[in-house]
């Protein structure tokens, strides 16, 4: 059983930067690829950015350049830095864990409750 929390979502202007954290635990969880996913309001559920157990990453075309995903296993912590913030980029983020990596949904088996990203223009 893997267990995840995000957290460090908030408000902030579009062009600034948020850093979102997750943390992880549970029994071999570092087996595990972990994502980043968002679903805006009235929209689908979307992967962000994935990170596999070797450091390989993973982005939507949406992020790339702006999104930078990351983990410290020593602290058991997946986080998301964000930069250049878009209003399009307003979403509940959740953070998971799943095999095979992917930005695919359905391949994750573990969710967090999700942190609100709000952007403003």
């Known amino acids: 059983q893997v267990q995840l929390a995000e957290s460090g979502g908030g408000s902030v202007e579009a062009g600034g930067s948020l850093r979102l954290s997750c943390v992880v635990s549970g029994h071999t969880y570092s087996n595990y690829c972990m994502g980043w996913f968002r679903q805006a309001p009235g929209k689908e559920r979307e992967g962000v950015a994935a990170?596999?157990?070797?450091?390989?990453?993973a982005y939507a075309d949406s992020v790339k350049g702006r999104f930078t995903i990351a983990k410290d296993t020593a602290k058991n912590t997946l986080y998301l830095h964000m930069s250049s913030l878009k209003s399009e980029d307003t979403a509940l983020y959740y953070c998971a864990a799943g095999l095979p990596c992917s930005l695919r949904d359905a391949n994750y088996n573990y969710w967090g409750q999700g942190t609100q990203v709000t952007v403003s223009s």
């Open positions: 990170i596999d157990r070797h450091g390989s990453t």
